[in-house]
């Protein structure tokens, strides 16, 4: 292609704050166009290389794809979902792309969070093994898109999704990961372990406390003189008609994703509870819930209060608070779950390890699931479906591939196989007969070798020629300039560095 006669403009600076160094140049670079409002477009240069990098990576998910699927993800998958009848059209293996919106979206985060998201999506109907083994292999594959594009995917485990994270230096999403297995995830949808009960296992009798404007777990520790540990923080939610409590220890916050998961909704469906609907569900003033004699429609309790004994929870009577309660004693939740936000420093559910921290970006995610979905296997028996799905996100990818593949000065060298152009080639002065012979004839000979390159036949400067290879992040740069008149071309590998002199018969040789 011929810089001459396409529209590309570079920029010399970013006029927007955002935090990452990726996002910074591939505005720079005119790939993207952020707006202020946090949406993101490609340039037509843009364009391009997003659309090797999907292909490239579509190419490498072959296996994973018997065709492409046009339109609404949702209601097109159901639909061949609907068609499968037998274990002879199993697997199925669908290829998807998505444009959707971003609940993460957070401007100064820029390309790891724009507005919009486009994900490259391969589902799999199958068998239960057979989509267990798919799933390896996808988790396979994955590892090894990443290591071709030079990014370090993290897996991180919690059985059903497998995210696969790149680690960010600066603040992004908070990720747990164990500490000695590979369980791990998103820290709002995954299930921590419960901790321990550490106290007198003594059951003792309940008794009404008079605690005055005593309400919240600050107000509660102080008043008790007891850790947030010991208290039974009762939650309430209206979800559509119904009041759904959910019982926690004083100290957890509440993880809408899985109560929302518990509960087969949308977290956008759960609410938190008017003052009106609280005091009808209490019969007292905000801050004294219980479960005790409390009016809900679903009573759910974190498995963690399990643990507990002789602990304190609101009276729903204003002004009071009950002590000595016990779950299973005093009241019975309608069911037990986790529903607490797991944090750093709490127990791994899969082993003894610890989960710890981790921040970064989802590049990636795995899901297995079953269906509710049937077929016929070999012996004409019922057996339910199973779906496996990846999520690539691509705006995140180029990102994370912008992050991790710079050179010295802090440009960006694309890996080769993933970009448009192989080859930057320069034409010094164009109006230079000579210099810009040379440069359409090293441009022709790269080109016939089944290479991809880009001429520079501009009318620039030189050094704002440099400057454009260096933001596209061409890897191999042809300058045919200053010895052109001796017939010779300057090559230069940006990922190593070096750079040499080259005759046009030698060129092809001479490159990385
Ligand atoms: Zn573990």
């Known amino acids: ?138 988790a396979e594959a994955l590892r090894g898109l990443g290591s071709e594009l030079g990014i370090k995917l993290q897996p991180l ?41 550490e106290g007198s296992e003594e059951l003792l009798a309940t008794e009404y406390i008079h605690t005055p404007s005593v309400g919240t777990i600050a107000q509660l520790e102080e008043f008790f003189g007891a850790s947030a540990k010991s208290f039974i923080k009762t939650l309430i939610f209206e979800v559509g008609e119904k009041i759904v409590a959910v019982l926690l220890r004083g100290d957890r916050n509440i993880s809408i994703g899985l109560l929302a998961r518990h509960i087969g909704m949308e977290p956008e469906e759960i609410k938190m509870a008017s003052e009106d609907a609280v ?27 399990l643990n507990m004994k002789n602990s304190v929870c609101g009276a729903n009577r204003t002004d009071y608070h009950i002590k000595n309660v016990t779950c299973g004693r005093d009241f019975k939740p309608d069911a037990i779950g986790v529903f607490k936000e797991a944090r750093p420093g709490d127990a791994c559910p899969a082993d003894a390890g610890t989960l710890e921290a981790l921040n970064g970006s989802e590049i990636a995610s795995i899901e297995i699931k079953e269906l509710k979905g049937t077929y016929l296997d070999e012996n004409s028996r019922e057996k339910r479906l199973w779906s496996v799905s990846v999520r690539i996100c691509v705006e995140r990818l180029m990102s994370a591939i912008a992050e991790e593949n710079m050179d010295e000065s802090g440009a960006i060298v694309w890996p080769a196989v993933f970009s448009p152009f192989e080859y930057y080639v320069i034409a010094g002065n164009v109006k230079k007969p000579e210099e810009l012979q040379l440069a359409e004839d090293a441009y022709r000979l790269i080109l016939e070798s089944g290479r991809s390159a880009l001429l520079d036949d501009r009318s620039e400067r030189i050094g704002s020629k440099f400057i454009d290879c260096e933001l596209l992040g061409v890897r191999g740069v042809i300058v045919a300039g200053k010895l052109a008149s001796q017939g010779l071309v300057e090559v230069r590998d940006r990922k190593s560095g070096t750079s040499c002199e080259a005759a046009l018969e030698e060129l092809l040789e001479k490159l990385y």
């Not at 957070?106 to 989509?131: H, I, M, Y």
Request: glycine share 8%; hydrophobic share 35%.
């Open 157 to 197: 485990d919690s059985k059903d999704m497998m995210s696969l994270v790149w680690e960010s230096k600066l603040p992004l999403k908070q990720f747990l990961k164990c500490d000695s297995c590979g369980f791990g995830g998103d820290a709002a949808y995954i299930k921590s372990g419960a901790q321990k009960y």
């Open 1 to 138: 292609m011929r810089l001459g006669s396409f529209y590309t403009k570079t920029y010399k600076s970013m006029p927007y704050d955002v935090q990452f160094r990726s996002t910074q140049l591939l505005y720079r670079s005119g790939l993207v166009k952020l707006s202020e409002e946090g949406n993101m477009c490609y340039s037509p240069m843009g364009a391009l290389y997003a659309k090797k990098l999907q292909d490239s990576i579509v190419e490498r998910m072959r296996d994973f794809m018997e065709f492409k699927v046009a339109g609404g993800e949702r209601e097109c998958m159901a639909m061949y979902q609907q068609e499968l009848k037998s274990y002879k059209q199993l697997p199925l293996k669908l290829f998807h792309a998505a444009a959707s919106g971003n609940d993460d979206y957070k401007f100064k985060e820029g390309l790891f969070n724009p507005r919009q998201l486009t994900s490259l999506v391969f589902t799999a109907f199958a068998e239960e093994q057979s989509a267990t083994q798919i799933r390896r292999e996808l």
């Open 279 to 305: 005091m009808k569900a209490t019969g007292a003033g905000i801050g004294f819930a219980g479960p005790i004699g409390l009016k809900a429609d679903l009573l759910l309790c974190d498995e963690e209060v």
